[in-house]
């Protein structure tokens, strides 16, 4: 095959959902479609249950989970299909934001009962962002959940996105009959079963009686008015205008009753876009282009504190990687070549000689590799669109064992080298550690991975940070002053960046108005745009 085959065959996406609305479920049902797992069950929630086990047991489990389940390869209808899988728990968002900066196209799961809820609307944020290409799944429809037009209207106002449905459900929770294929006008008749993946489509004239034979007459009468009204309203489907993230193609279906699913998998791999071209600081890269490149999206430690080796996931953007080839990290300005590289396919890590772009593969890294990492053969440049956001909550790091600074000071680099959260350091104050996240879970995290992998004790102390905010300006004089007379609220981030970090949004917003500057940024993206 050639590159531009291999190439043109990938759809990677991503799976994204409020926890519960069913992302586990239906990965797993489209694994079963196509082939890649035989029995429902396989695979496992990596969502953290409170409730038996302690805290970081079930962090160990899911960090277990998450390692096997990072990404997910079937082919179906001749298409390779790369799943990424984000994880299930709110905290660990920001895990989740830097994997959708590796995909090239999402499917949002929206449970039908509650609607658009708040991590869906957050999820579609950094997908507007990106213009990433979204399809929805609204799931659970064999409960009883809200009208169908509601959360269509609800969809557009929350998620700041134009919707179209693709297919309509006939009835909705116990008197569910079925949906109807507004694509290919055929319809499929529900039939509650979690097991089989077999369904019944017929295609129906829906003007005529044989649609009142199938459903009954009162539902064949609101199917006919409802698929006049959404002709009506909603314009035909556009695929450009999918493809740039403007409009949404909605399904409906029960994920757990393997319902609606073929539907959507039979779409995406006609709709979805394969590997797309990226921007990075100097250019965008195509592709197809002959030399590789790509860059480091997720680090996972290894679950075993005796070896210190971790796992970076590597997204190939051009070329082909080959396996012993030595390529260029660009950050370190330094040569590096792969021994083992490894693919997910069917499950299982297996060594590959060669990934092509949309491929995501994994590298045991000793240490080199940072998020956000690019690889070359050669070339200068550093792939954009992985930025860090303002942290939410924000705690000092205290050590509580004095003979084992060092082990900590490692320990924490490593960790936020990993993304598990993001480190500020204030120098002027004795180079204290103040450790951001986007939830509490975090710091359990941290504790307990610095004492059993780094064997150092610390605690967490609550400060008064609402928001860290990068700050440059063009006149170093004045950055200098402002640093100087702030001491106290300036911090480093671990690239050494300058960060700001307010009591406050009133704060901030004085800050901003009172120092015009000096420029704050809300993203670290900045740094490369301004050399760009
Ligand atoms: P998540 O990964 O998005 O967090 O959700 P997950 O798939 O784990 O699904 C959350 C719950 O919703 C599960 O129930 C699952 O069985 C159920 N579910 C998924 N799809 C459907 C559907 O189409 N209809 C209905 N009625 N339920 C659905 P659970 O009780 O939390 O777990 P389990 O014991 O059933 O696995």
Not at 9 to 38: C, M, N, W, Y
Not at 292 to 305: Q, Y
Not at 383 to 410: C, H, T, V
Request: with cysteine.
């Amino acid at each position: 095959m050639t590159i531009q085959e291999e190439i043109h065959k990938r759809r990677t996406f991503g799976i994204i959902s409020h926890p519960d609305a069913g992302k586990t479920t239906l990965t797993e049902k489209l694994l079963l479609f196509g082939g890649a797992i035989q029995t429902a069950g396989a695979v496992k929630s990596n969502k953290i249950k409170k409730g038996a086990t302690s805290d970081f047991m079930e962090i160990e489990r899911q960090r277990g989970i998450s390692v096997a389940t990072s990404v997910m390869t079937l082919e179906y209808n001749n298409v390779l299909i790369n799943i990424l899988d984000t994880p299930g728990h709110k905290d660990f968002a920001e895990d989740t934001y830097r994997t959708l900066t590796a995909v090239d196209s999402v499917i949002l799961v929206i449970d039908c009962v509650k609607g658009v809820e708040e991590q869906t609307e957050r999820l579609m944020e950094v997908c507007r962002m990106r213009n990433t290409p979204v399809i929805i799944f609204i799931n659970k429809m064999d409960r009883e959940g809200q009208n169908p037009f509601d959360l269509l209207d609800e969809l557009e106002e929350k998620l700041g996105i134009n919707v179209r449905p693709l297919t309509w459900p006939i009835n909705i929770g116990q008197n569910f009959k079925g949906v109807y294929n507004l694509f290919d006008k055929s319809l499929n008749i529900f039939n509650p079963n979690k097991t089989k993946i077999e369904k019944e489509v017929v295609s129906v004239d829906i003007w005529t009686e044989e649609l009142d034979k199938q459903v009954g007459e009162r539902d064949a009468n609101q199917l006919r008015e409802d698929v006049e009204l959404i002709e009506g309203v909603y314009e035909p489907f556009d695929r450009e205008m999918y493809l740039q993230g403007y409009i949404a193609p909605v399904f409906f279906g029960s994920a757990v009753n393997n319902f609606g699913i073929q539907e959507l998998l039979d779409t995406f791999t006609e709709i979805a876009p394969s590997t797309q071209p990226r921007q990075t600081d100097v250019r965008v890269i195509e592709p197809t282009e002959k030399k590789f490149s790509g860059f480091v999206f997720k680090i996972h430690a290894n679950l075993d504190p005796k070896h210190r080796d971790r796992i970076a996931f590597l997204r190939i953007c051009s070329g082909t990687f080959e396996r012993n080839k030595f390529y260029k990290h660009v950050r370190l300005d330094k040569n590096m070549r792969f021994n083992n590289p490894y693919s997910f396919l069917a499950q299982a890590k297996e060594v590959i000689d060669e990934a092509f772009p949309g491929d995501v593969i994994g590298l045991y890294d000793t240490g080199n590799f940072k998020i956000g990492d690019t690889l070359t053969e050669g070339e200068v440049f550093q792939y954009q669109g992985i930025p860090s956001f303002s942290p939410e909550i924000f705690k000092e790091l205290i050590n509580l064992d004095p003979m084992k600074s060092k082990q900590l000071e490692k320990g924490i680099q490593q960790l936020t080298d990993e993304g598990v959260a993001q480190l500020f350091t204030q120098s002027q104050l004795g180079n204290r550690k103040i450790v951001g996240t986007v939830g509490d879970l975090q710091y359990e995290v941290i504790q307990y991975r610095l004492e059993h992998e780094y064997g150092a004790k610390c605690r967490f102390d609550h400060r008064d940070i609402a928001k860290a905010c990068w700050i440059t300006a063009t006149d170093q004089a004045k950055l200098n002053e402002f640093i100087r007379l702030k001491s106290q609220f300036v911090a480093t981030d671990k690239d050494g960046n300058y960060v700001f970090l307010a009591e406050s949004d009133w704060i901030l917003r004085m800050n901003i108005q009172n120092n015009p500057d000096i420029q704050f940024h809300f993203t670290s993206e900045f740094k490369r745009a301004v050399e760009a």
